[in-house]
């Protein structure tokens, strides 16, 4: 039998992008290509249920759509739905925040539509939004994908896709703290007398 995660799967994959972003090890391209096989293996083999913990400790299975008791999910229910999710997981309240503000402005941009017809096309289509027009870092669309992928994973039980080729904010290069020595013996290449006798 295999062991269960600890934590909810949106959560891991959050985690594991957000460590490789701040890590200076990884480039751009590494953090794209990490998000992007995310998505295709989500894609492919992934069947996320929204599992809630019940009141009495039980795994209560919550879909949303026409056969939970309404023809549609309104956001009111979506945005409760997440109180309750993020809650009973234990995600932080800054974190819960964060994504009912990034999930409010995803339901903006979409004019309020209705939550069940959105697909990943509408997702790639937000965060490419973001990124050119608001101009906003990697870290703040990661929080944005972040949120989003919580929402149709948790929340609406759909699968993102299409999502491979969604523009992707480009990070700031860190100077590196220490230079080996061929990146010592390249600057030095550059500099004469007397400046190559002081260095």
Known sequence: MQNRPSKP?????????????TNPRFADWQVKQAADAILLYADKYLKPKLSLLSSNGSIESKPMGPNNGRNSADWKEIFNKLHESMRLRHYSPRTEK?????????????????????????????????????RVSAATQNQAFNALLYLFWNILQK?????????????????????????????????????????
């Open 9 to 21: 799967v949106a959560q891991i994959v959050s985690s594991y992008l957000e460590a490789m972003e």
């Open 98 to 134: 964060s994504y009912r503000i990034w999930i409010n402005k995803f339901r903006k941009y979409f004019n309020n539509r209705e939550p069940l017809t959105l697909e990943g096309a509408n997702v790639k289509k937000f965060l490419s939004h973001i990124t050119l027009h608001d």
């Open 159 to 199: 699968n993102l896709s299409n999502l491979a080729d969604t523009v992707r904010a480009r990070q700031k290069r860190r100077l590196s703290v220490v230079l080996t020595r061929e990146e010592i013996h390249h600057h030095f290449s550059f500099l004469e007398s007397p400046y190559l006798l002081m260095a």
